[in-house]
């Protein structure tokens, strides 16, 4: 089978990394709403940051067809914007005296297995809507955490990808060639 210009990828949606990013901004985004005061600067830098993660995956995973340094870059933006959503929750419970859960404490290890089998939104919203705020944080730092491992491994996946079978213009090369030895 002849290389394609412009190959048809994969489903965003599929992503490990988008369905956690997913339930990442669905959970931020009713914790600003129900634990933040409205007009607080933070409230839409949370929400942004939440969006900016899911959404620069969309947006790499559409131009990896003609560009792998675009995906790559919004990939490590998506990364990148996890980590300024981190640090936020990580704020909200130091500020209000709360205390993030332990490297090794019970709460800690359950929302690691959770975060491991559970990536669908509507699972962690019904959860949620019965816990308290320092709860509902720090869960959501151990998926931030989740998202951010799942992010270094696909661009580790995008750099060997790359290596290995370079870039558009490699290929339109490549595809003109054959074309030409044909």
Not at 23 to 42: P, S
Not at 51 to 67: D, F, L, M, W, Y
Not at 102 to 126: C, I, Y
């Amino acid at each position: 089978m002849a290389e394609e210009l412009i190959p048809h990828r994969g489903n965003y949606k599929k992503l490990l990394s988008y369905q956690k990013t997913d339930v990442i901004y669905c959970i931020t985004y009713y914790f600003v709403e129900h634990y933040l005061k409205r007009g607080d600067r933070t409230c839409d830098q949370m929400i942004q940051a939440a969006r900016s993660g899911k959404q620069n995956i969309i947006e790499g995973c559409a131009a990896s067809s003609t560009s792998s340094k675009t995906e790559i870059k919004l990939v490590n933006v998506a990364k990148a914007s996890l980590q300024e959503l981190l640090e936020d929750y990580e704020d909200f419970l130091k500020t209000r005296g709360f205390k993030q859960w332990e490297e090794d404490s019970v709460e800690l290890k359950a929302m690691r297995e959770l975060g491991r089998q559970h990536n669908d939104a509507p699972f962690f919203m019904n959860m949620i809507q019965t816990r308290p705020p320092e709860v509902i944080a720090n869960m959501c730092i151990v998926l931030i955490k989740q998202a951010d491992y799942l992010l270094f491994r696909q661009l580790q996946r995008l750099e060997k990808d790359f290596l290995n079978d370079g870039g558009f213009s490699e290929r339109m090369y490549r595809i003109r060639s054959n074309k030409r030895k044909s």
